[in-house]
T-cell receptor, first 115, second 115 residues
Framework: DAGVIQSPRHEVTEMGQEVTLRCKPI?????LFWYRQTMMRGLELLIY????????DSGMPEDRFSAKMPNASFSTLKIQPSEPRDSAVYFC?????????????FGPGTRLTVL | AQKITQTQPGMFVQEKEAVTLDCTYD???????LFWYKQPSSGEMIFLIY??????QNATEGRYSLNFQKARKSANLVISASQLGDSAMYFC????????????FGAGTRLFVKA
């Protein structure tokens, strides 16, 4: 069974450009999460969806960040315009439900570098 | 407030020996789940093992076991018979109702396995 799929694995862009990160969750999982990982701040939850509906976006750093989930098998995280401080590894994760027993499974991550 | 503490930034272990990675947690919620993830140098986050707050026995998964001491609020990961491929960053994480079941992560412990 395929795990969480993310693309691209690496993205290098210039400041001011739009960046779109993509995620396909594990089939049947109702919850999808976007995280950002940096050396300074560790793993931060940006936003999560339940059945394609955004539930909590309190971790989204600013209006330059937006996320969508048009269907159960696809989500995007967009940064427009990108800035050097956005450089980080972005992870998508999914879980079947949202209880204390449910495991989140992570994708391989997208390493974003903004020059 | 919920919190995960990993006090060991780095650990060394000789190949084939056992190693314990420390994790303490803080929550007032009676229902919570504890998770360990491995992040090798390739960057992906790999789920290793889960322990529920109501579980009577320590969780085990192959060479991984979780030393769960509820009264001390500790959930240490034990890796037996270390292998070179175990060299990675290890994160302890928790989910509980109080935090809306959002997963909170510790800062991680980097494990180095020596040949």
């Amino acid at each position: 069974d395929a795990g969480v799929i993310q693309s691209p694995r690496h993205e290098v862009t210039e400041m001011g450009q739009e960046v779109t990160l993509r995620c396909k969750p594990i089939s049947g999982h109702d919850y999808l999460f976007w995280y950002r990982q940096t050396m300074m701040r560790g793993l931060e939850l940006l936003i999560y969806f339940n059945n394609n509906v955004p539930i909590d976006d309190s971790g989204m750093p600013e209006d330059r960040f937006s996320a969508k989930m048009p269907n159960a098998s696809f989500s995007t995280l967009k940064i427009q315009p990108s800035e050097p401080r956005d450089s980080a590894v972005y992870f998508c994760a999914s879980s079947l439900r949202l209880t204390f027993t449910d495991t989140q499974y992570f994708g391989p991550g997208t390493r974003l570098t903004v020059l | 407030a919920q919190k995960i503490t990993q006090t060991q930034p780095g650990m060394f272990v000789q190949e084939k020996e056992a190693v314990t990675l420390d994790c303490t947690y803080d929550t007032s919620d009676p229902s919570y789940g504890l998770f360990w993830y491995k992040q090798p140098s390739s960057g992906e986050m790999i789920f290793l093992i889960y322990q529920g707050s109501y579980d009577q026995q320590n969780a085990t998964e192959g060479r991984y076991s979780l030393n769960f001491q509820k009264a001390r609020k500790s959930a240490n990961l034990v890796i037996s018979a270390s292998q070179l491929g175990d060299s990675a960053m290890y994160f302890c994480a928790m989910r509980a109702n109080t935090g809306g079941f959002k997963t909170i992560f510790g800062a991680g412990t980097r494990l180095f396995v020596k040949a």
